[in-house]
């Protein structure tokens, strides 16, 4: 049984196939040749599409579901809740999973919970199966295909390029939200929920279980590379060449553990700068459409404001990723952040002036800043504990990342409810934001592996 769920998922006369097309091109390490580790950004990019293009169009369908079920709105929107709780405590599982069995035995399962799990909410008749479906089955199956795979399986690959790989990764999750909503919303409009939920499930297991099934790899070790492409026969001017790379050869050395890295200092700053960040960030998505149009502005226009940041957002990611290979992670974030507070700034002002010139001041800074979030958490956890357990130490970072979601939509609708507005929780999220960037400060990625 072991052995045919191994050979089901490693696939080596496949290995041995794409290892014999790539040849020289995938061992070859110069900038104009095809590393494979491209092909993983790839993999990675069109995976988180999917991965934050499904929980986006969640809202998409709970108002289509509302029209036709007699659910209150708090009990419809808790199956959104129990997705989140869901993934929290299995993301840290699945990165742990990835360390000891490789991501495709992980990854692959995961894909087939997810399409399935889509395809049979197309059936949901009431509450309950709406539940088990996607607040248990479909949250189940994206978390394996989230950023906490991925960037388990992008440390291996990329040390001296690594933000710029993760910052290609992670814009897809603006081009998910972008993609997957109007998608979705389309069939709604034209032929309902129950066929969009089946279009969803089918380009899951049509598109996305081949792409990671045939072309996912855990460590460039296995096709004769190593990280940024250099192949064992440049193992010596590699080594050479980084030199300047890690000015701690101990620390960037060792082995990292769970319980040797939660002894560190740096640990916790890692988790501490994620988890405020995003606070601010959830603060202001999940109550921003809400206070805009309490602002008067129309919601057709507050629509496009939330698709706008997700663009933005997207093209950013990589443009902050790259920039952190140069400048440093701990700049690039600050700058990122300052961006965020000023856009956060402008959404204030717009509700104490009233004057909606004001969104796109917001819009272009707001996205702008929270493109430059995910790409600096993978590339400072990868820099700083890479190791046996990176996968779990991920894991773990995202549990707590999506604590800080949970607590900054809380945060502000309780603070709506006590001051009847959200100002206060805006002021909160600009300080949260700022202070976050203390903590990477403390975690020092420059001091382990300095820019390229």
């Not at 972008?178 to 129950?194: E, H, N, T, Y």
């Not at 996305?208 to 004769?224: D, E, F, T, V």
């Not at 809400?290 to 919601?299: E, K, Q, T």
């Not at 970072?397 to 001051?419: P, R, S």
């Amino acid at each position: 049984m072991k052995k045919g769920f191994r050979s089901a998922f490693n696939c080596p006369m496949l290995n041995r196939r794409i290892a014999s097309m790539g040849g020289e091109i995938f061992s070859r390490g110069d900038l104009l040749s095809l590393y494979y580790g491209w092909v993983i950004v790839g993999v990675s990019l069109v995976s988180m599409a999917y991965w934050f293009g499904v929980r986006s169009s969640f809202s998409v369908f709970y108002t289509a579901l509302l029209d036709e079920f007699p659910w209150g709105r708090a009990e419809a929107a808790g199956v959104q809740s129990l997705a989140l709780i869901v993934y929290t405590i299995l993301a840290p599982l699945v990165g742990g999973l990835i360390d000891r069995y490789g991501p495709r035995r992980v990854v692959v399962p995961g894909i087939l919970l997810l399409g399935g799990g889509l395809i049979l909410c197309s059936s949901v008749q009431d509450l309950f199966q709406f539940y088990l479906y996607y607040g248990l089955l479909v949250a189940a199956g994206v978390t394996s295909v989230g950023i906490v795979s991925y960037t388990a399986v992008l440390a291996h690959w990329f040390e001296r390029r690594r933000g710029t790989a993760n910052g290609i990764a992670v814009s897809g999750m603006g081009l998910g939200t972008f993609v997957f909503v109007l998608l979705s919303q389309g069939i709604i409009a034209r032929w309902g929920w129950r066929p969009a939920f089946l279009v969803l499930g089918g380009l899951v297991l049509a598109l996305l279980l081949p792409l990671n099934a045939w072309l996912l790899r855990h460590k460039p070790q296995q096709m004769g590379l190593l990280p940024d492409g250099v192949s064992p026969q440049r193992r010596g001017r590699h080594k050479e060449g980084n030199e300047s790379l890690v000015p701690d050869p101990i620390w960037a050395g060792t082995d990292w553990t769970l319980r040797r890295a939660a002894k560190e200092g740096r640990f916790w700053a890692l988790m501490a700068f994620p988890f405020l960040v995003v606070t601010a960030v959830y603060i202001v998505l999940v109550h921003h459409f809400r206070y805009l149009v309490d602002a008067g502005v129309d919601p057709m226009i507050a629509a496009y404001v939330l698709a706008s940041v997700g663009i933005i957002s997207s093209v950013f990611r990589i443009l902050w990723g790259w920039l952190s290979d140069r400048l440093g992670r701990e700049m690039t974030y600050t700058l990122g952040v300052a961006a965020m507070c000023a856009g956060i700034g402008s959404l204030i002002l717009l509700g104490v002036w009233k004057e909606q010139r004001l969104l796109y001041p917001f819009v272009a800074l707001f996205g702008v800043g929270w493109g430059a979030t995910a790409p600096m958490f993978m590339s400072t956890a990868a820099d700083l504990f890479q190791g046996r357990a990176f996968g779990l130490i991920y894991g773990i970072l995202e549990g707590v990342i999506g604590v800080g979601g949970a607590l900054g939509a809380w945060v502000a609708g309780y603070l709506f409810d006590q001051t009847r507005t959200y100002l206060g929780a805006f002021a909160i999220g600009m300080l949260t934001a700022a202070l976050s960037c203390l903590f990477i400060w403390l975690a020092a990625p420059r001091k382990v592996r300095a820019k390229g």
